[in-house]
C-alpha cells in the first residue's frame, strides 16, 4: 500500500487554511486539519473537511474537447493547443491585439495567473485581462 | 485585509457589515467568537439577521444599498460627541475639512431615514466603535457589490481613520476575499490596469520595466475590465477569448446576456476542471489539474503567501494550467520555458517587490505575508503603521447614492444575493461533493413570513421570480432571517441562477456590479 499525506492549502475561501490531503494507492481519502498553520489552527469548517471529494470525481474533465458541427468531440493535446494558438494569431492579425480578451482565475495558482496575463501582455499584446474579483 | 486573521481576536470592538463571516469565512468568524469571548463589543450591520447577528451587541437591518447614509450617520455622531481620535486625524490624514462638510449633513435622524436603522443603534454603535481601545471593521461582498462598492468602502476608511483605528494590531479596514486566491490573482496582474504588483500599466517607465524584463513590446491601452469585455463582444471589437477556471455563465450578473455576448465569439477557448454552462459554449475546452494535482502557491485574505502541493498525478490527460498557458505561448511564438512553477514563481519575485523576498524555501512552513521586500524581512502582518501607502490617509467627502433599481409597482420586492454555507461559488466543485450536496440539494428563496402570507406561500412551495432581466423558479423557505419586502438567493444553482434576476448596472469607478440589490416581483407557480 502506497500512503502518504500532503500538506498543502484548501481551494475554497480566501481564508487558506492548511490542510493534509491523505492518499492511499493514487486516491485522496481524506482531509485533516493542519495544528500548525497560523489560520486554521487544527480546525476547519464543512467545506474544507470535504475538499477532495470533487477532486477524483468521474465529471471531471480528462481530455480536450473540440467543436466540430455542432458538438463537442474529444482531441489531442496538440491538435486541441494548435487550434487555439492558430486562432488567437488569426483573431489578432485580423483584429488587433485588444479583439483577443482573457479571464485569469481567482481559483488557480499565483504562477499560473502570472503567466496567463503575461502571454496576454507580452505574446498577444493587450491588456484585456481581468478576473472574477469583483464577483 | 489590513491587519492579519489572528489579531481580529484581540480586538475590543468589531464592526462586521455584508460579511456573512460563519458561512462564506468560518475560520475568520472563529477569530470573532474568541474575541466576544474576551469581552469585546459585537457590532453587525446586515440586510440579513445572519447568525453573528445573534452574537452582537447591536445589530441592525439596514435598508439594501444604505450603507454610506448608515455610516455617515454613525461619523456624524462620533464627530458631534467629540469621540474623534484628533491627534491621528491631524498627524497622519488630510481632507478632513472637505469630510465634515458631508458629515454634517447626515443628523442620525436623517441616517435612520435613509436607512431604515433606529437612530439609538446608530448612536450605540457609533459610541462602541469609536471608544474602543482597538477597532477592527470586517466588511465583504454586501460592502462592494453596489454601484456605490467604492463611496462604501471609502466610507468605511473614512470611520477608521476617524477613530484612529488603523495601522495598529487588531484595528484596520480588513475585506475577506472571496476566493482562495482571487488576492494572488489580483497580486499577479490578473487586471486590466495593472502589470504584477499592482504597477500601472499606464505609467510609462512602469511599462518600460515590463518590456525590458519580458523582451516584449507592451499595450499602452488600459484593458477591459468582465462586463465591459462582455459589451465589446456585442460592439464587435473583442473576437476571441481565453477562459480559465471561471464560470461567467453562472456567476456573472444577467448571464442571459452573458450567454448572447458569449455566444457571438468567433472563438472561445475555456480551461477548467469541470464541464460547466461556460464550458458548453467552447469552441476549444482544455481539461486543467486541479489543485490536489499541481504545485504553486495562494496568497489568502491576510496576504500570506502558502504553498500549494501535488498529491496525486493528473486525472486523465488534465494538465497544470501553467503548462497549457507555456505551450500556447510557445506555439504563438513567444517562448517560455519554464521547468517547474518554482521557476515561475522566482521570475515574479525579480518583478514584483512586495513578493522580492518571498521564496518557495520560505514558506515551507507558515507562509509569509507581504509587502516582504527582502529575504530577511519577516513580513507584514498588518499595514499602515506609521503611514499610509500614499503618506497621508485621505479623508473622501461622500455623498449618499441610492442603488441602480430600488423597487416599484411592477417589482415590488428587493432581492439581494449571496452564498450558502455548504455551497461555493457556481457550485462546480461542492455541487459534486457528495457530503455538501447531501446537505444543500436545491436553491431556496428567502421570504419574511408576512410577505409569504400575504402570497399564500408556505415553506417549500415553488415560485415564479422574474425581474427586468429574467424569470427563475425557486422553492422558498420562510424565514424572519430576511426583512419584510426583501427576498434572499444564493447564486450556486445554475438550474435556477440567482444571476438571471441580478442588474448589470455598475460601480462607475472599479466597475462590480450590483449583485445586491434589484427589483423583483414574485408569483406561485402553479
Known amino acids: 500500500m502506497d500512503y502518504r499525506s500532503v500538506l498543502t492549502t484548501c481551494p475554497y475561501c480566501g481564508c487558506g487554511c492548511g490542510l493534509y490531503l491523505e492518499v492511499v494507492d493514487g486516491r485522496i481519502v481524506q482531509t485533516l486539519p493542519s495544528k500548525t498553520s497560523p489560520v486554521n489552527q487544527g480546525k476547519l469548517c464543512i467545506k474544507g473537511w470535504n475538499a477532495h471529494e470533487f477532486v477524483q470525481h468521474p465529471r471531471r474533465l480528462t481530455r480536450p474537447l473540440m467543436r466540430r458541427g455542432g458538438a463537442q468531440e474529444e482531441a489531442s493535446w496538440d491538435e486541441a493547443l494548435g487550434a487555439v494558438a492558430s486562432e488567437l494569431k488569426r483573431v489578432k492579425e485580423a483584429h488587433g491585439p485588444d479583439s483577443v480578451a482573457f479571464l485569469t482565475s481567482a481559483r488557480c495558482t499565483n504562477e499560473e495567473n502570472y503567466l496567463l496575463q503575461k502571454f496576454a501582455r507580452a505574446a498577444i499584446g493587450t491588456n484585456n485581462v481581468d478576473h472574477c474579483a469583483r464577483l | ?526
Not at chain 2, 90 to 106: A, P
Not at chain 2, 109 to 135: F, P, Q, T, W
Not at chain 2, 207 to 236: H, R, V
Request: glycine fraction near 8%.
Open chain 2, 1 to 526: 485585509m489590513t491587519n492579519s486573521i489572528e489579531e481580529l481576536a484581540d480586538a475590543d470592538c468589531i464592526f462586521i457589515t455584508g460579511s456573512n463571516t460563519t458561512v462564506a469565512h468560518p475560520l475568520v468568524a472563529t477569530r470573532l467568537y474568541k474575541a466576544k469571548a474576551k469581552g469585546a463589543k459585537i457590532l453587525v450591520a446586515d440586510p440579513r439577521q445572519i447568525q453573528m447577528a445573534l452574537f452582537a451587541d447591536v445589530y441592525v437591518r439596514q435598508r439594501l444599498g444604505s450603507d454610506v447614509a448608515l455610516l455617515n450617520g454613525m461619523m456624524h455622531v462620533i464627530v458631534k460627541n467629540g469621540w474623534h481620535n484628533r491627534q491621528f486625524i491631524e498627524e497622519r490624514t488630510e481632507g478632513f475639512e472637505e469630510f465634515l462638510k458631508v458629515i454634517e449633513q447626515f443628523p442620525p435622524e436623517r441616517a435612520s431615514e435613509l436607512s431604515d436603522v433606529a437612530v439609538d443603534d446608530i448612536v450605540r454603535m457609533a459610541e462602541y466603535y469609536a471608544k474602543a481601545k482597538n477597532g477592527s471593521i470586517v466588511y465583504c461582498m454586501g460592502i462592494t457589490q453596489h454601484t456605490t462598492g467604492v463611496d462604501n468602502v471609502k466610507t468605511l476608511a473614512n470611520l477608521a481613520m476617524l477613530c484612529g483605528h488603523i495601522g495598529r494590531p487588531s484595528t484596520g479596514v480588513n475585506p475577506l476575499r472571496g476566493q482562495n486566491n482571487v488576492q494572488g490573482a489580483c497580486d499577479m496582474g490578473g487586471l486590466p490596469n495593472v502589470y504584477p504588483g499592482y504597477q500601472a500599466v499606464t505609467v510609462p517607465e512602469i511599462k518600460e520595466k515590463f518590456e525590458k524584463a519580458w523582451n516584449a513590446k507592451l499595450s499602452p491601452n488600459l484593458g477591459l475590465t468582465i462586463m465591459e469585455m462582455m459589451y465589446g463582444i456585442e460592439e464587435g471589437k473583442v473576437k476571441a477569448m481565453v477562459i480559465l477556471g471561471e464560470n461567467p455563465l453562472v456567476s456573472d450578473p444577467d448571464v442571459e446576456h452573458v450567454r448572447h455576448a458569449l455566444q457571438q465569439l468567433e472563438f472561445l477557448c475555456v480551461i477548467d476542471i469541470f464541464p460547466t454552462p461556460t464550458t458548453e459554449l467552447a469552441h476549444v475546452v482544455l481539461p486543467a489539474a486541479s489543485y490536489a494535482e499541481k504545485e504553486g502557491t495562494f496568497s489568502n485574505s491576510e496576504r500570506r503567501v502558502q504553498r500549494v502541493r501535488k498529491a496525486i498525478d493528473p486525472v486523465g490527460d488534465a494538465r497544470p494550467d501553467w503548462q497549457i498557458i507555456q505551450d500556447l505561448s510557445n506555439r504563438v511564438g513567444y517562448p517560455m520555458n519554464y521547468g517547474s512553477p518554482e521557476d515561475i514563481f522566482e521570475e515574479i519575485r525579480q518583478v514584483t517587490p512586495s513578493y522580492a523576498g518571498i521564496t518557495y524555501e520560505r514558506i515551507e512552513g507558515e507562509g509569509l505575508c507581504w509587502p516582504c521586500p527582502t529575504t530577511d524581512h519577516p513580513g507584514t502582518p498588518y499595514l499602515h503603521k506609521d503611514r499610509f501607502a500614499r503618506g497621508k490617509g485621505l479623508f473622501h467627502a461622500i455623498d449618499y447614492r441610492p442603488p441602480a433599481e430600488t423597487p416599484d409597482q411592477d417589482y415590488p420586492f428587493w432581492l439581494t444575493t449571496g452564498r450558502s454555507y455548504v455551497h461555493y461559488h457556481t457550485g462546480t466543485m461542492t455541487r459534486v461533493s457528495p457530503h455538501l450536496e447531501r446537505e444543500m440539494p436545491e436553491v431556496l428563496l428567502e421570504m419574511h413570513p408576512d410577505d409569504a402570507a400575504a402570497y399564500g406561500v408556505q415553506d417549500g412551495d415553488v415560485v415564479r421570480v422574474t425581474s427586468r432581466r429574467g424569470t427563475v423558479t425557486t422553492k422558498v423557505q420562510v424565514t424572519d432571517r430576511i426583512g419584510k419586502g426583501v427576498l434572499f438567493m444564493p447564486f450556486h444553482f445554475a438550474e435556477s441562477a440567482a444571476n438571471v434576476l441580478t442588474n448589470t448596472a455598475l460601480d462607475p469607478v472599479c466597475k462590480i456590479p450590483e449583485y445586491k440589490v434589484c427589483a423583483v416581483k414574485v408569483e406561485k407557480a402553479a
